[in-house]
Nanobody, 122 residues
Framework: VQLQASGGGLVQAGGSLGLSCAAS????????MGWIRQVPGQEREIVAA????????YYPNSVKGRFTISRDNAKTTVYLQMDGLKPEDTAVYYC????????????????WGQGTQVTVSS
């Protein structure tokens, strides 16, 4: 299984970034997909997740209204559009896949990509 994330970088506060994650080696349509971020010394936080088939999405309050997750099952790719970025959004962002019924919880993700750094300057 490979989850190849791309699109991270440096942006000023208030700016936007788009991440993408190309998946291979798994039946993509059978997996819920999530974006999970981690800051050194802190717990992993799921910032967006999307159901495998019905399009239902989940966002924590910290990013609700600013982040948008989407998926293209034909391209086996999941996306994360981040708007209104804040310095506290600085983290390594991971793409991950889950078949767990509790797909809004980070610990329930089985497969993880390599992560991409997002840095938001103030």
């Amino acid at each position: 299984v490979q989850l190849q994330a791309s699109g991270g970088g440096l942006v000023q506060a208030g700016g936007s970034l788009g991440l993408s994650c190309a998946a291979s080696g798994l039946p993509f349509r059978n997996y819920h997909m999530g974006w999970i971020r981690q800051v050194p010394g802190q717990e992993r936080e799921i910032v967006a997740a999307i159901h495998r088939s019905n399009g239902v999405t989940y966002y924590p309050n910290s990013v609700k209204g600013r982040f948008t997750i989407s998926r293209d099952n034909a391209k086996t790719t999941v996306y994360l559009q981040m708007d209104g970025l804040k310095p506290e959004d600085t983290a390594v962002y991971y793409c991950a896949a889950s078949r767990n019924v509790n797909w809004h919880v980070a610990v329930n993700y089985n497969y993880w990509g390599q992560g991409t750094q997002v840095t938001v300057s103030s």
